[in-house]
């Protein structure tokens, strides 16, 4: 796959001629588009465009675009996508939601429990084999944990063959799999996604397998000034980088008043920027590096070990290091919606917490507003029937279809819906509403910014608990955890992080475990207390072991969740800093290594 697939395709969608060819690579492209494309204009009743002027550098730049999200799609997702199907085929999601649920028999939740431990030891297998003929051998592991593996195994088979040729690197399909980035083993993959429901009676897993585009609402455009300028003068295609020759062309006619800068040199403005239609964003870029497509890591350089320089654990910090500050922050990524952040001289009398939760997060982000707004905007057009009609036309197809008659329908009823939708979406109104959601985005995360300076000083060195947020809440905007830690950074805290291990089961007075509970309380919001005079109290856990009890007149000691946490950390932080033993209930013990 190479970005001469896509600025091909684009140019079969314009009027424009193309210059015959005698690359071989190209008159590949250009057969296999060729094959396509009347098809496609007749069902999406698309008319070849003109585009006056040069467009050989747009063209360029969005099949390049086009090419790093298909790739990233592979490289980000196939993994995921995998354990999905698998999870599909055992069933992972009713034998959970059977753990969960209350009315369920103990010997039921054992089996289940056994159930999970055996797909969980399956993965397992399927982790740590260098390669497919590994797999293979290993078949008689798989007959010990059921019959069932075995066919799993099979179904997968040739799939598994495919993906790196058979060899897998780092004794991993999984790192295989986003090392690759092959977009045909995705493709394979949801083929066999797709037969699922034959095999096993269950829906397959629902994921999009190429990165197209569904809104109707026009994007982003990237624009070089120099060829503007070009356009407007009217000049001839060898002149359009008249700017390129003065290599301080744009210092001296761009100024801003705060110039950006990160890093030695700092950035420039190079004549790059991009709007749709509503606002403009510049591009500041180092001085001599290439216009390629968005790369955010560098090459070579893997994700986890510039996490482990970023943020490294508390541990692994020097104490000198951490006695010049003064203002300390613990914070607790709840894995539900919450933020919890406790200031180390935080006590009962001198309360120094700050919440941010998700609703806080929603009030900045303006969701609610900007889905008003839109739901208005549609009930004042003429045509509102219509819209809703092809609206509901469109949720009837299925676009994630990786089958060529399920794809052609969605591509006929978008087209078809397209006269009514297309001119609805081209309103400025969506491109503003998406403008404000995106800049909420960024105001929420400068918003808890200046929180954490007001609440906590301008210098706080921020100790954060290690776990991702793993589930998140539903019906919530999601609070991240690991994209948190580099808001944070970016925001300019240094965090360090910490084993999370028992910090939220340990009791603080004596080191017990606790539990989940619930209490009832006079409901807190006296003009509901008709309808619900009590409410429950969530977040709770509960002591009961001898020592808690005796001092509590006979009841259980009964701990804030996020609070226990948080005072958990900071013993970790004590005892760390005064070069003791690490808490011995905080320890982490030798645990069984659990994949996934
Ligand atoms: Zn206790």
Request: aromatic fraction near 10%.
């Amino acid at each position: 796959m190479t970005d001469a697939f896509f600025s091909e395709i684009l140019r079969f969608l314009q009027t424009r001629t193309r210059r015959a060819s005698k690359h071989e690579a190209t008159l590949r492209n250009r057969e296999l588009i060729h094959n396509h494309i009347t098809a496609f204009c007749t069902l999406y009743r698309f008319q070849k465009i003109t585009i006056p002027g040069n467009t050989s550098n747009l063209e360029s730049y969005i099949a390049r675009q086009m090419l790093t999200a298909y790739l990233n799609n592979a490289e980000m997702r196939t993994g995921t996508h995998f354990r999905t199907s698998l999870n599909v085929f055992f069933d992972v999601r009713s034998l959970r939601s059977l753990l969960r649920r209350q009315t369920t028999t103990t010997t039921d939740k054992r089996l289940a429990r056994t159930s999970l431990s055996e797909i969980s030891a399956f993965k397992t297998i399927l982790t740590s084999a260098e390669s497919y003929n590994a797999l293979e051998g290993r078949i008689d592991e798989m007959r010990a944990l059921g019959e069932e593996y075995v066919e799993a195994f099979i179904f997968f088979a040739q799939w598994l063959e495919t993906v790196g040729g058979g060899t897998y690197r780092r004794n991993s399909v999984w790192y295989e799999l986003s090392a690759a980035k092959s977009v045909h083993v995705l493709y394979r993959l949801s083929r066999l996604n797709a037969m699922l429901p034959e095999i096993v009676g269950r829906p397959p897993a629902r994921w999009q397998t190429f990165p197209l585009r569904h809104s109707f609402v026009p994007t982003y455009v990237q624009f070089d000034l120099g060829i503007v300028a070009s356009h407007i003068l009217g000049l001839d295609r060898l002149q359009i980088r008249l700017e390129y020759k003065n290599p301080d062309f744009w210092k001296q006619h761009y100024f801003n008043r705060k110039p950006y800068r990160r890093g030695p040199g700092g950035r420039e403005f190079d004549g790059t920027f991009w709007t749709d239609g509503y606002g403009v964003s510049i591009l500041m870029r180092t001085p001599g590096e290439s216009k390629g497509a968005g790369q955010k890591r560098k090459r070579g350089q893997k994700r986890t070990s510039r996490d482990a320089e970023l943020f490294p654990y508390l541990h692994t910090v020097n104490r000198k290091d951490l006695q010049q500050y003064h203002d300390i922050v613990f914070a607790d990524p709840n894995f539900r919606d919450t933020l919890y952040f406790m200031h180390y001289n935080s006590s009962r009398s001198n309360r120094r917490i700050l919440r941010y939760t998700s609703m806080s997060r929603r009030r900045h982000l303006g969701t609610i507003i900007a889905r008003d707004k839109r739901e208005r905007f549609i009930n004042h057009r003429d045509n509102t029937d219509e819209i809703r009609a092809a609206e509901h036309r469109l949720t009837q197809t299925n676009s994630y279809s990786t089958s060529t008659t399920d794809f052609d329908h969605y591509v006929s009823v978008r087209g078809e819906t397209a006269n009514v939708l297309g001119p609805l979406y081209e309103n400025a109104i969506f491109r503003r509403i998406r403008w404000r959601t995106s800049i909420g985005k960024q105001r929420d995360f400068s918003l808890l910014g200046n929180l954490i300076r007001r609440k906590f000083g301008s210098n706080s060195l921020i100790i954060m608990g290690d776990k991702s947020a793993q589930t998140a809440a539903r019906f919530h905007p999601s609070t991240q955890g690991v994209g948190l830690r580099y808001q944070l950074h970016r925001l300019g805290f240094r965090v360090l992080l910490l084993d999370e291990y028992r910090t939220s089961k340990s009791c603080l007075d004596c080191k017990g475990n606790t539990t989940k509970t619930n209490i009832k309380r006079v409901n807190p919001r006296p003009w509901q207390r008709q309808s619900f005079p009590k409410t429950s109290v969530h977040g709770l856990l509960e002591c009961r072991s001898r020592e808690c009890t005796l001092e509590c007149d006979g009841h259980s000691r009964k701990w804030n969740h996020d609070l226990m946490a948080v005072c958990n950390f900071r013993q970790i932080w004590d005892a760390h800093l005064n070069s003791m033993e690490w808490p011995n209930d905080l320890q982490v013990q030798p645990r069984n290594e659990i994949v996934m």
